[in-house]
């Protein structure tokens, strides 16, 4: 169980990225990578990436292990935790100290359970909670652990290699899936302020005023002491969120969007020819920067049971995300939606 321990100035310091991280969406989908689970959501993305790499996994195999803990250095935040580019990211990343990547990279190389910062990873603990032994340095780990500039160039290489052929291509879709999660946190925000907001997170996280619990493999207990909190959806994260085993860090939960179903990666198909007609074009400009059904036949001028059929026809055409908040669903455009609205296709063809 990680338990994170709120005050008063916390809760008025809880916001929400503003983006999806690069980095941490490159190191989760690693995990996700080897992780034979979750086929339905990530099983046609492994099939694609695959045959896309050319040996960079073989380093970040070394650095990030398929169960337990991975260096936080890997994921640098700014100083108020929002998330660099990914360009910026690789410079602070080259700007790590010496002794951080010692340090951090020395907690890899002895496999220690009880340093486990990752959730949904699992711990290398037994089944009644005994360390297991500690494992030998790993070769590529000795030379990046002396700090010298030249591995950790490859390192860097390997992570850029690995980004552009696992992440880039689904940019779009990645966006899109943080952007309709941020349009259901916002909506609880406003409507309810941070108690409502954190009462909305994913299922594995539970708010019991004033401590955020959440499934984790190890117990841990973080307490924020004023600094806030920042929630970091993230698209491969899975399973339980994420935080920092740097309690010193900026705080940031990486939490799991929800995925109403497997993703579609692949371009529009004659599905569009469904998109016709002023109504729907309107109904689909009315989504805007997000909203509920209800608001959906209001904006459109159309009934409850129009406005959600129509809306059923854009998500099944990819131009719609829509996501439960409450006892109602909260529709978003997708990459694809946006893009016709700013006209890149037709959408009224009557």
Known sequence: MLRIHFTGVDLSKVRM?????????????????????????????????RPRLNGETRLLAAIVPQRGYFPDFLTPTQG???????????????DTPPERLHRELSLVA?????????GG????????????????????????????VEPLGRLIGALRGYHRAAVEPYWPHIQASVEADRAVRGRALL??????LLGTLPPMMRWRAPVLEADYPVDRELRLDGRGLLLQPSFFCRGTPVVYRDPHLPPVLVYPVTHPGAPTFAEPGPWLGRLVGHTRS?????????????????????SLASASQHACVLREAGLVHTLRHGSSVLHTLTPLGGSLLRGGAPLALS
């Open 17 to 49: 990225a503003a983006r999806p991280d690069a980095l941490w969406e490159t190191i989760l989908s690693f995990h996700r990578l080897r992780d034979r689970r979750a086929s339905t959501v990530f099983g046609d993305w492994r099939t694609e990436t």
């Open 80 to 94: 108020n935790g929002e998330p660099f580019g990914l360009d910026a990211g690789m410079e602070a990343l080259r």
């Open 110 to 118: 002895s496999g220690r359970p009880q340093q486990t910062r990752l």
């Open 121 to 148: 990873l699992g711990g290398n603990r037994s089944a009644h909670g005994t360390a297991v032994r500690e494992r030998p340095p790993h070769p590529r780990l000795e030379a990046l652990t002396e700090g010298r």
């Open 191 to 196: 409507d309810g302020g941070a108690d409502e």
């Open 282 to 302: 309107a109904v689909l400009r009315s989504i805007g920067d997000g909203c509920t059904t209800s608001e959906l036949a209001r904006r459109a001028g159309v």
